[in-house]
């Protein structure tokens, strides 16, 4: 009897173009889906005459997998892949593998590495990016979990991974138990901040410039022939250049309030956690919120107003503008989730190289662009890079921007539309590069009120002060909370 190489647990869209992405590479595949019908119209319909072996029980797919057995879920994350995990736990030997494909949440990952290793076996957490085509063509994977799993997965994993122009694959170890699927939800969260800056000038050319789809298509044209090179930039260049068999621009009919599935909540709530200011990111996922809110929003309209202004300048430079704000943002978005990875590494213990992950993420990823070379070369420049913002390209791109940068945000105030991912990567960017922040105002309030306490510009970091502000206090100081 033929052995699969691998076995696939979830013939929904994802899990039905990564068999067949492996299967055309040379592999044999077993698969089994919980619905079993699905597996045979699968085999019989577009796995027909192909490396697969429809199985109608857990059991049946792990016999007939080669050892060490390697079982990959792409089912929906939560409860679903815990109860896997233990139906398959029984069926597998020492040394055998389960790889959690789908969009788990880290802290999940590194329970269950723990759970699984307890038994002997080996886990993988890996994030995969790419949606239905980069799935079937060549995703970004991103796997971590259990080292000793990564010699046997690898050979499969970074065949089927995109592949840079220079034949690198887009697929490499990440660390130990989550920081896969940390790396993953990372990426996530900054394909959030893309996405919202693009709608954002959008947005403004729209109703700022008032130019037509056709106009807008011709700009997104243009700007991904540039240093905006990217696969979300590509696709709102075809958004906005589709019509339906009728005629009819499906763009303008799509009702404007946005989904989400929770990883970019996540990386808000990780930043949170770990202290670091993410945001923009942050800002994007309260602009999906707030889109959510369709019908208080319409109820607003007519009776908020807001200013009456009408955009009167050079179209043309505003346009320019635009692009090269949402450049130095999209910058400040990876300068915010590289400081939040350096941060989560710091915190868990991985050793999470930067430059491989953005080679990882230059092909088959949502957040795929050309932008992405430039981080690697940062990285490899310096591994120990503090911030992206200081490296020598990036800190150039960015003041060769921030003057357009000002100006849009400006306009956008003058204008009533709304740009809060771009405004807060101006304020980051205006943040960090302050030397002095009023934060010492702040922390006179919290120690007046609450006897937070201080620390102070003539004594050693670390050293703590509390004043008596109105001479009715005592001497007894608060405990301090410090991320």
């Excluded at 046997?152 to 995109?162: E, L, Y």
């Excluded at 790396?183 to 109703?207: F, L, P, R, S, W």
Aim: net charge negative; glycine share 12%.
């Amino acid at each position: 009897m033929a052995r699969a190489d691998i076995g696939l647990i979830g013939l929904a869209v994802m899990g039905e173009n990564l068999v067949l992405n492996m299967e055309s590479k040379g592999f044999t595949v077993a698969v089994f889906n919980r619905t079993v019908d699905k597996v045979d119209r699968f085999v019989a319909g577009r796995g027909a005459g192909k490396k697969f072996i429809g199985c109608h029980s857990i059991e049946e797919l792990c016999a007939s997998l080669e050892r060490p057995r390697k079982v990959m879920l792409l089912v929906k994350a939560g409860v679903a892949v815990d109860s896997f995990i233990d139906r398959i736990i029984p069926h597998l030997e020492a040394g055998d593998i389960i790889i959690d494909g789908g969009n788990s949440h880290f802290p999940d990952t590194i329970r269950r590495t723990k759970h699984v290793e307890s038994k002997g076996l080996l886990f993988v957490g890996t994030g995969v990016s790419g949606g239905e085509e980069g799935a079937l063509l060549g995703p970004s994977i991103m796997p971590g979990g259990s080292a000793a799993a990564w010699e046997s997965v690898k050979p499969i994993f970074q065949k089927i991974a995109a592949h840079t122009d220079a034949g690198e694959p887009c697929c490499e170890w990440v660390g130990a138990d989550g920081a896969g699927h940390f790396v993953k939800m990372v990426h996530n969260g900054i394909e959030y901040g893309d996405m919202q800056m693009i709608c954002e000038a959008y947005h403004m050319m729209k109703t700022g410039l008032g130019l037509s789809n056709e106009e807008m298509h011709e700009v997104f044209r243009d700007w991904n022939e540039g240093e905006l090179d990217s696969y979300l930039i590509e696709i709102t260049r075809d958004i906005l250049g589709y019509k339906s068999a009728s005629g009819e621009a499906v763009i303008d009919q799509i009702l404007d309030t946005a989904g989400q599935k929770g990883t970019g909540k996540w990386t808000a709530v990780s930043a949170l956690d770990c202290g670091q200011p993410l945001t923009l990111i942050g800002e994007a996922v309260f602009a999906r919120c707030l889109s959510a809110l369709k019908d208080e929003r319409v109820a607003a309209s007519k009776v908020l107003s807001g200013p009456a202004a009408t955009f009167d300048g050079d179209r043309a430079a505003m346009i320019e503008d635009l692009r090269l704000a949402l450049y130095a943002s999209k910058i400040v978005s990876y300068a915010q989730g590289y400081q939040l990875m350096r941060a989560a590494a710091g915190e868990h213990g991985w050793r999470l190289n930067y430059g491989e992950i953005a080679l990882m993420w230059r092909g088959g990823c949502i957040i795929r662009s050309v932008f992405l070379g430039k981080i690697k070369e940062a990285f490899d420049a310096d591994p120990n890079l503090v911030n992206l913002l200081l490296d020598p390209f990036f800190k150039n791109a960015v003041e060769n921007a921030q003057a357009s940068w000002r100006r849009v945000v400006m306009k956008s105030a003058e204008l009533g539309i709304p740009m809060p991912a771009t405004g807060a990567a101006l304020a980051y960017f205006d943040g960090y590069r302050c030397e002095r922040l009023p934060a010492n105002l702040l922390q006179a309030q919290r120690d007046y009120f609450g006897a937070h306490t201080y620390e102070r510009l003539d004594s050693p970091r670390g050293e703590f002060f509390h004043t008596n502000w109105t001479g009715r206090g005592g001497d007894t100081a608060s405990s301090a909370y410090v991320v």
